[in-house]
Nanobody, 124 residues
Framework: QVQLRESGPGLVNASQTLSLTCTVS??????????WSWIRQPPGKGLEWIGY???????YLSPSLKSRTSISRDTSKNQFTLQLSSVTPEDTAVYYC????????????????WGQGTQVTVSS
């Protein structure tokens, strides 16, 4: 059973960098051919795909957030991380990490395992 768990600060000041870590257990983040995404849901809105890092280390980012997003991984810890810079209150959301295996990463039916989500609030 694969489990994902998000961790990081729940409150970030505007203009700072949001940093979150997803710790994966029960499966390796280097296993063919999975990809590991960051997804968020602002209050009252739908899910928004942020980006993913694939099993081979390739990274794909949402064009709308690409200029502010960095995703990396630590295979020794079986973790991957999200950094979102220059945050504003519009970045307030529940942030999820999730595992996908095929298809379009913004098709959320493609994900088989999700973290429980972590609330991040950006204060102005």
């Amino acid at each position: 059973q694969v489990q994902l768990r998000e961790s990081g600060p729940g409150l970030v000041n505007a203009s700072q960098t949001l940093s979150l870590t997803c710790t994966v257990s029960g499966g390796s983040i280097t296993t063919n051919y999975y990809y590991w995404s960051w997804i968020r849901q602002p209050p009252g809105k739908g899910l928004e795909w942020i980006g993913y890092i694939a099993y081979n280390g390739n990274i794909y980012l949402s064009p709308s957030l690409k200029s502010r997003t960095s995703i990396s991984r630590d295979t020794s810890k079986n973790q991957f991380t999200l950094q979102l810079s220059s945050v504003t209150p519009e970045d307030t959301a529940v942030y999820y990490c999730a595992r996908g295996s095929r298809g379009v990463p913004s098709n959320y039916d493609e994900y088989d395992y999700w973290g429980q989500g972590t609330q991040v609030t950006v204060s102005s």
